[in-house]
């Protein structure tokens, strides 16, 4: 692997651990009330959910150029396509619109809100726009690329920063990784004047606009510590004619097992941008994500849940779910965690992978025969017991007229459901 792979490969691998099931999301427009309240240099926006919401908000910005933005929790919204719900009409392109005049205002809104916005990371499903946000417009000289990131690998806080703004930022880590330029900030001791002063020269900043950005900085990254952030990105970030730093974007998302400490993200969390199965497993105590594969994954503890995938994807395989059960799950838990894993169409076989500690074998072995039982299970199911009472649970198993299919490890259960599926996906 060259330097280039390697740049992007890595900056891969540290989005995907700041976006993994555990963080929750919010809209641009409560990113920028966030960013505002710390300190975070933005341009006056409106949040609106109607076409009439947004023709006062033009009035009421008088700025003569504005952006009307669509609200959704997914990036390249500019680069997207506005679609009519349940058809392949096309209503505009762009989710993203900069309008010149109230009338253009009252265009773009009618386009955006109500319809179904696909962009390369919602998949061609798309989500539905119920929100806009309506913002003044400002005299753009440059625009750059910047996120603040955990990078547990390194057990620190990840900034990155480039002057290729605007673009998708994982086409400059893979095609020219030298403009991605890169700090680690070890939490014990916060961000260090020289890292500001190295990612701004970086940058090619100087002069006022130098200390607009370190100022910026400095805000974000205790916005980033005292929110328990996952990650803030803003692209673009841009450097107006004046030479000031302004966020033009915001995408925030949040650690949720911090959620504790936060008692407002109920506030801020929209309902409609999850799934209803995972609001459901979130409800019952579960820790659930849909994938695109057909193989149903049944785990305790996230680390296990994500090795099940990996060995299953060695064998040829792709996993349907991430689907952590805890370590204290009950039989009706184990019941309901099947039932969620069946209302996907895709799953053609289960794999049951439980490694016994807080949670009991014998549990486990009774709940997924109950399961079995009440949903009328017709797929293959392999499980692979291990642990507390495993010898109970096993026993329990083989005692069912059930169709299981028991396995010692890992490796033999994930070849055992790869196979009677008929193969991968």
Not at 76 to 100: C, H, P, Q, T
Not at 365 to 389: H, S
Not at 397 to 414: F, K, M, Q, R, V
Request: overall charge negative; glycine content about 10%; some cysteine.
């Amino acid at each position: 692997m060259n330097d280039r792979d390697n740049a992007a490969a890595q900056f891969k691998g540290v989005l995907w651990l700041a976006s993994d099931s555990d963080t929750m999301n919010i809209h641009e427009y409560q990113g920028k009330a966030l960013f505002k309240a710390h300190g975070v240099n933005v341009l006056n926006g409106v949040h609106c959910t109607t076409v009439d919401d947004a023709l006062n908000a033009y009035d009421s910005l008088q700025s003569k150029v504005v952006a009307v933005k669509s609200q959704i929790h997914a990036g390249g919204r500019g680069k997207g396509n506005l679609y009519r719900s349940n058809s392949d009409e096309l209503v505009m392109e762009g989710g993203v619109k900069i309008a010149f005049s109230r009338e253009d205002v009252k265009t773009y809104a009618t386009n955006i809100l109500g319809h179904v916005l696909v962009t390369k990371q919602t998949g061609q499903e798309g989500k539905i726009v119920n929100h806009l946000y309506v913002e003044s417009g400002c005299d753009i000289a440059h625009e750059y690329y910047l996120a603040l990131l955990v990078d547990r690998e390194h057990k620190s806080v990840l900034i990155m920063a480039s002057t290729e703004g605007g673009m998708d930022i994982e086409e400059v880590a893979e095609e020219t990784p030298e403009l991605l330029h890169k700090v680690n900030v070890d939490p014990n001791v916060g961000l260090m004047g020289y890292q500001i002063r190295d990612l701004g020269l970086a940058l090619g900043l100087s002069g006022a606009s130098h200390k607009s950005f370190g100022k910026m900085l400095r805000s974000l990254y205790n916005l980033f510590v005292k929110e328990d952030c996952a990650m803030v990105e803003i692209n673009p970030l841009v450097r107006t004619a004046d030479d000031d730093m302004v966020a033009l974007d915001a995408k925030v998302s949040f650690d949720e097992n911090a959620e504790f400490r936060h008692k407002n993200w109920d506030d801020l969390r929209d309902l409609s941008e999850e799934e209803d199965v995972e609001i459901r497993a979130k409800e019952t105590g579960l820790s659930y994500v849909k994938l695109d594969g057909n193989i149903g994954c049944l785990v305790n503890g996230a680390g296990l849940a994500m090795a099940t995938m990996d060995v299953i994807k060695l064998y040829g395989g792709e996993p349907a779910n991430f689907l952590d059960v805890g370590g204290g799950a009950n039989e009706e838990q184990v019941k309901t965690a099947f039932s969620i894993i069946l209302e996907d169409p895709n799953v053609k076989g289960i794999l049951v992978n439980i490694f016994g500690g807080i949670m009991r074998c014998d549990i486990i072995a009774r709940g997924v025969i109950a399961a079995t039982e009440a949903l009328d299970l017709d797929v293959p199911l392999v499980v692979r017991l291990a642990g507390t009472n495993v010898v109970e649970g096993k026993a329990i198993l083989a005692e069912s007229t059930l169709n299981i299919h028991p396995a010692d490890d890992l490796a033999e259960g994930a070849q055992k459901i790869v196979e009677l599926i008929g193969g991968g996906a």
